[in-house]
């Protein structure tokens, strides 16, 4: 059963820092990219940072100069070091573990979890 386990998430005050952890276990096969989305109440579904498995990155405007993204392949894991931290930061961040093998593709997310931006 594959499962993508996020940690990290927390409340912090305006400039501060936090870091995403995603593992993915039970996926038996390369996973090409893995990522980082958000959804902020009222709002759809954004990417925020994603790396593929040669680490070629990819963020949002809105999060360049302040989040790195990084993944270790060995572990399946991947990690978002979000710094600068903004009150439009605040969602529900989720954990994005993406392959594709031409006929078919994978998609896995994980449930989720809260950043909270606040003075």
């Known amino acids: 059963q594959v499962q993508l386990v996020e940690s990290g998430g927390g409340s912090v005050q305006p400039g501060g820092s936090l870091r995403l952890s995603c593992a993915a276990s039970?996926?038996?096969?390369?996973?090409?990219?893995m990522g980082w989305y958000r959804q902020a109440p009222g709002k759809q579904r954004e990417l925020v940072a994603r790396?593929?498995?040669?680490?070629?990155?990819n963020l949002a405007d809105s999060v360049k100069g302040r989040f790195t993204i990084s993944r270790d392949n060995a572990k399946n894991t991947v990690y978002l070091q979000m710094d600068s931290l903004k009150p439009e930061d605040t969602a529900v961040y989720y954990c994005?573990?993406?392959?594709?093998?031409?006929?078919?593709?994978?998609?896995?997310w994980g449930q989720g979890t809260q950043v909270t931006v606040s003075s």
């Open positions: 994005n573990a993406y392959s594709d093998f031409g006929t078919v593709e994978y998609d896995y």
């Open positions: 039970g996926i038996l096969f390369r996973i090409d990219y």
């Open positions: 790396i593929s498995r040669d680490g070629s990155t």
